[in-house]
């Protein structure tokens, strides 16, 4: 006769809104409970109940912070509430993503976090939860010698897509040293850096099956210092090009013969990541007063000139290295940069025009 012994389990029950209120730092008084529940609960059952959430809490953080390891879990917290438990974790608020890349994200960025709460009316305790959790997945990240950072974000913390690269982008961010600490760079806010390193992740990139620690494609980077070789007469001639598409008199000349130079510029230092918003600004700056929609068209126009039959013919030989993939590479990151970057600036401006007539 065979004997066999067995164990039953139920499932894991979590309280969105009392987790909510455990990750902000938010302490739940006895006196709160009399007051909310009044003569419909006994007020000592409850405060126990959210007494059992917070333990539960404090199991699962272990999890959390290497998610893993839920799959230990399986049985008793389902794929639903693990993702629930995962977003709610992880999210952080913009602003504080923004603030803290403006001051560089390392453990010296926790004596600041009560400087950073206060300016940013965000609780201490969840400034520091964020905090914490950028310096987590940035520490497991950049171990990784294969892999995209939003892919690899995902298998490691079971993000899903739009956090995961949200956090690719600090990682992004932090590990290349890009500055966005400068004065006039403060007008971009994290939904505009998110938007610009997803596009430099995107078209910038080395092969998901190379090996090495650096997720940029350095040869291609180095290929486009050739464009320096680009001489003003060339520069001329394409703006001439590009000044036939428009049938009006919208876009300066000076102003598109000063674009493209911009644009070849960006491209010559685009090696140097670390300036890559300083060098979109270096376009901006000579198209302040275009208006947005026209600033788009003719930096749709530069897009679309063929490499092989507008810039190579008027080319140098020493950019006999720059392919046509490449200079698609190039512009294809570039473009929707300049637009989202020139139209925050547009607006930007404006608000700040219309504050001082006031």
Known sequence: MEIWSGSCCTDVTVDSSIFDAWLNGNVVEDDGIKEATGDLFDHHVVLSEIDEQIN????????????????????QIDSRTRDELIAAYYYFNPAFAREALNRRISSKLRKEIEDVSEKLNIP?????????N?????????????????????????????LAKAYASVVFVTLYKIDLSKRRIQFLNFSDVNFCTS??????????TDDGGDFLDRDFLSRLQELKSFDSESVISISEIIQKKFDDDSVDKDVLKNLLKEIVF?????????????????????????????????VNAVTELSWSEVWCPRASKEMARVTARDWTRFIECYRPCLIRVHSRAYETSGQASAMASR
């Open 134 to 162: 950028f310096r987590l997945v940035i520490g497991r990240i950049e171990d990784c010698e294969k892999g995209d950072l939003t892919s690899n974000i995902k298998f490691y913390f079971l993000m899903k897509d739009d």
């Open 266 to 298: 960006g491209g010559v230092h685009a090696k140097d990541i670390k300036e890559f918003f300083l060098n979109i600004l270096r376009v901006i700056d000579v198209a302040t007063t275009v208006k947005p929609t026209t600033f788009a068209s003719v």
């Open 124 to 132: 201490h305790i969840a400034c520091l939860r964020f905090l914490d």
């Open 199 to 208: 596009n430099i992740m995107t078209h910038w990139s080395r092969s998901i």
């Open 56 to 75: 539960l809490y404090r199991f699962l953080k272990a999890f959390l912070e290497q998610p893993r390891h839920f799959s230990r879990l399986q049985y």
